[in-house]
């Protein structure tokens, strides 16, 4: 069976997903605000390199862990509804990929697995 990455469509799928994610991000008051002080161009090439990964494709990931890299954030107010937001942002932005619906729930599924990470529980 092809990975999620191939599923998804690649590095192609992967840069326009993660594009379109941020921009749905950025005008989303829920969540935009913790991307205020953020180089865009650095966190969307990170986030690239990051999903690659995670949805089985080449690892070239070298940023921080999931608890690391968003400890500062947690601290900031982080909780549970702006991870809802970022799934639901993410989502949405497959949706309008084309993206089946399974796979979107994949996608769902590996980002909750990590929610706890993320919010350093």
Do not use: C, W
């Amino acid at each position: 069976m092809a990975s999620l990455y191939e599923r998804l469509g690649g590095e192609a799928a992967v840069d326009a997903a993660v594009d379109i994610f941020y921009r749905k991000v950025l005008s989303d008051d829920r969540v935009n605000g913790f991307f205020d002080d953020v180089d865009m161009e650095a966190q969307a090439a990170k986030q690239k390199g990051f999903l690659t990964m995670v949805f089985g494709g080449p690892n070239n990931y070298t940023g921080k862990d999931m608890r690391d890299g968003h400890k500062h954030l947690v601290e900031r107010g982080l909780n549970d509804s702006h991870v809802d937001a970022i799934v639901e942002l993410l989502g949405a932005t497959l949706k309008e990929l084309g993206v089946a619906d399974a796979d979107i729930q994949e996608v769902a599924d590996l980002a909750n697995s990590v929610r706890d990470d993320v919010l350093n529980r």
